[in-house]
């Protein structure tokens, strides 16, 4: 996508049209080696005008995001998925609609929440739940857009809880972290953000 940005832009998102980005090696992708690590593309698609930016958590997100984004002409919509193994043994659930732009609560907590934006989620539910057993209750949050973002839920989340993790698996600057940063300042919210 990197090498195709001035297609993207040029010959989809300027005209609006309804285009389909299915992005498979998000995040880190081992052997592959650097060239192909995709860590820039939440950063460069959030300022695409028109593009929809999405991640699923687990294959059932996966198989929903691409039923959704087929179901209408939403637009230019990016889906964005990591290289590897699966975390859902039994991935063949049925189609569901997901409304553009909003997220999930997965968990309540008592002063922390974590935003999480994708595959990486799956790591923030353990760490949630190695926290339990030491009487740490962390609050769990799917983004599952970092464009739109999910402004009623994220309203919920900085009038609730005093410190506030990003979790994605992508660059600081620019990525899901900075849209979170963002909201907060448009809203003046104040809590401890620690971006990662």
């Known amino acids: 996508m990197q090498r195709a940005f001035d297609q ?15 992005l498979d090696r998000a995040g880190l ?4 080696g650097p060239t192909h690590h995709g860590a ?4 460069y698609f959030r300022c695409i005008p028109n593009m929809i930016v999405s991640a699923p958590m687990n294959e059932e997100e996966l198989r929903d995001l691409m039923f959704t984004s087929q179901e209408k002409n939403h637009g230019p ?3 964005r998925y990591p290289r590897g193994k699966g975390v859902m043994p039994k991935w063949k659930t049925p189609f569901k609609s997901i409304e553009v732009g909003t997220g999930r609560k997965l968990r309540s907590g008592e002063s922390i929440a ?3 934006f994708g595959h990486v989620g799956n790591f923030a539910s353990e760490v949630c739940n190695d926290f339990d057993k030491e009487g740490l209750h962390i609050a769990h949050y799917d983004l599952r857009f ?5 402004h009623k839920m ?3 989340v900085f009038e609730n809880y005093p410190h506030v993790i990003t979790v994605e698996d992508g660059c600081i600057s620019g990525g899901v972290g900075s849209a979170v940063l963002e909201f907060m300042s448009d809203h003046q919210y ?3 953000l620690q971006p990662g």
Request: with cysteine.
């Open 8 to 22: 993207v832009v040029h010959d989809v998102a300027i005209q609006n049209l309804h285009v389909v980005f299915c």
């Open 77 to 79: 919509f990016s889906i």
């Open 40 to 43: 820039f593309d939440i950063a």
């Open 146 to 150: 970092a464009k739109p973002l999910d």
């Open 154 to 156: 994220l309203h919920e």
């Open 190 to 192: 104040h809590s401890l």
């Open 29 to 32: 992708v081992g052997d592959d």
């Open 114 to 116: 974590i935003l999480s």
